[in-house]
T-cell receptor, first 110, second 119 residues
Framework: QKEVEQNSGPLSVPEGAIASLNCTYS??????FFWYRQYSGKSPELIMS????GDKEDGRFTAQLNKASQYVSLLIRDSQPSDSATYLC??????????FGKGTTLSVSS | NAGVTQTPKFRILKIGQSMTLQCTQD?????MYWYRQDPGMGLKLIYY???????DKGEVPNGYNVSRSTTEDFPLRLELAAPSQTSVYFC??????????????????FGPGTRLTVL
């Protein structure tokens, strides 16, 4: 069965610190990897996608992918209280449904 | 573009009642999906569609039905509501593409969700 695993947290970091979120996946055929942010009571919002091994940076966010280790991570630099949310890791092959992890809850304290 | 819209936002059903959750997208996406999210859990796929007239089961299809008569609409039907169907339901859409540099890509966009309670 295809699975995406995440630590549920909560992960607590002080404001201004780097938050590191990790995820592993079981399906070696997965081609696309996504990080969604979900605030309580809201729908998932895409913040990063990554398709190739290595790092991808977008503002304060950096996604890292290692297909050999089947590992995806998200780094949030200069964490802000507004970053407090649940972060969902997801993977799929194009044209198939996303397989989601259960999410990691991040709490950024001011 | 409104993106993906869902109605209703909230609904309370009695056991055995039926209802339809509506989902519409205006991005001309060919793929559409229905997920459910239980508290503290990730999203589980109920049904999906790769185009008008084509639907297929996901991980948790029992108790649900779908149809896809147009590109824009993908309603989810609950025939005999049960307490186990209490959940938040999200509709999503995407347009898988093939990019020479990145390979196949498929970004899914989500609607605001429908919170359903079955008592």
């Amino acid at each position: 069965q295809k699975e995406v695993e995440q630590n549920s947290g909560p992960l607590s970091v002080p404001e201004g610190a780097i938050a590191s979120l990790n995820c592993t996946y079981s399906d070696r055929g997965s081609q696309s990897f996504f990080w969604y942010r979900q605030y309580s009571g809201k729908s998932p919002e895409l913040i990063m996608s990554i398709y190739s091994n290595g790092d991808k940076e977008d503002g304060r966010f950096t996604a890292q992918l290692n297909k050999a280790s089947q590992y995806v991570s998200l780094l949030i630099r200069d964490s802000q209280p507004s970053d407090s949310a649940t972060y969902l890791c997801a993977a799929n092959q194009a044209g198939t449904a996303l397989i989601f992890g259960k999410g990691t809850t991040l709490s950024v304290s001011s | 573009n409104a993106g993906v819209t869902q109605t209703p936002k909230f609904r309370i059903l009695k056991i055995g009642q039926s209802m339809t959750l509506q989902c519409t997208q205006d991005m001309n996406h060919n793929y559409m999906y229905w997920y459910r999210q239980d508290p503290g859990m990730g999203l589980k796929l109920i049904y999906y569609s790769v185009g008008a007239g084509i639907t297929d089961k996901g991980e948790v299809p029992n108790g649900y039905n779908v149809s896809r008569s147009t590109t824009e609409d993908f309603p989810l039907r609950l025939e005999l509501a049960a307490p186990s169907q209490t959940s938040v339901y999200f509709c999503a859409s995407s347009y898988p593409t093939r990019d020479r540099a990145r390979g196949s890509t498929d970004t899914q966009y989500f609607g605001p969700g429908t919170r359903l309670t079955v008592l």
